[in-house]
């Protein structure tokens, strides 16, 4: 039963275009959510969070909205570069839980 | 800054041998995790420390895995004795106290033939 799904394996853009990855959750007492990106052979890497009582969180070209009445979440990257090339993981926190449940995982690929 | 270290980053070793993967969390941090990714399921929560005490570890597959955090700045997981199944990416992270942003070592790849 994933609580956190990210339905799009693999998105492949032109540089300088935009980036849109996509996350659902199924659990309404979410509330806060994260988005890291990992690179081959690295450790996954915090890029940008957002609270569930706010609706967007902006930093540098990386942008998450939330949609909480659709249980939707997307990560926007504007623009695009070759190095966002990675698997970029969505993650969902319960609470006061220290508990975070990931996606499995997008890949991107952004071609020069 | 240094980051979370894990060591060994890659191990390879047979059916029934013990494997002891180790971690050293960012200092100050004091909640430390144990993740497993597979292909089939992802990234998966093993086990918890918070303050070198284990709060939960509900997600240990089995017996013959057991973590240890002697200190703040050390934790080790080990599995004895190792399966081919037991073959994934084993990640450490921390976090400093309460905050949900968890900060991951590079992983050790192991690998059971």
Known sequence: D???KQNSPSLSVQEGRISILNCDYTN????????YKKYPAEGPTFLISISSIKDKNEDGRFTVFLNKSAKHLSLHIVP?????????FCAAREGSNYKLTFGKGTLLTVNP | DAGVIQSPRHEVTEMGQ???LRCK???????LFWYRQTMMRGLELLI?????????DSGMPEDRFSAK?????????????????????????SSPSVAPEQYFGPGTRLTVT
């Open chain 1, 2 to 4: 994933q609580q956190v």
């Open chain 2, 18 to 20: 013990e494997v002891t």
């Open chain 2, 48 to 56: 918890y420390f918070n303050n070198n005490v284990p709060i939960d």
């Open chain 1, 28 to 35: 309404s007492m979410f509330d806060y959510f994260l988005w």
């Open chain 1, 80 to 88: 695009s570069q070759p190095g966002d090339s990675a698997v970029y």
């Open chain 2, 25 to 31: 969390p960012i200092s100050g941090h004091n909640s």
């Open chain 2, 69 to 93: 955090m002697p200190n703040a700045s050390f934790s080790t997981l080990k599995i004895q004795p190792s399966e081919p199944r037991d073959s994934a990416v084993y990640f450490c992270a």
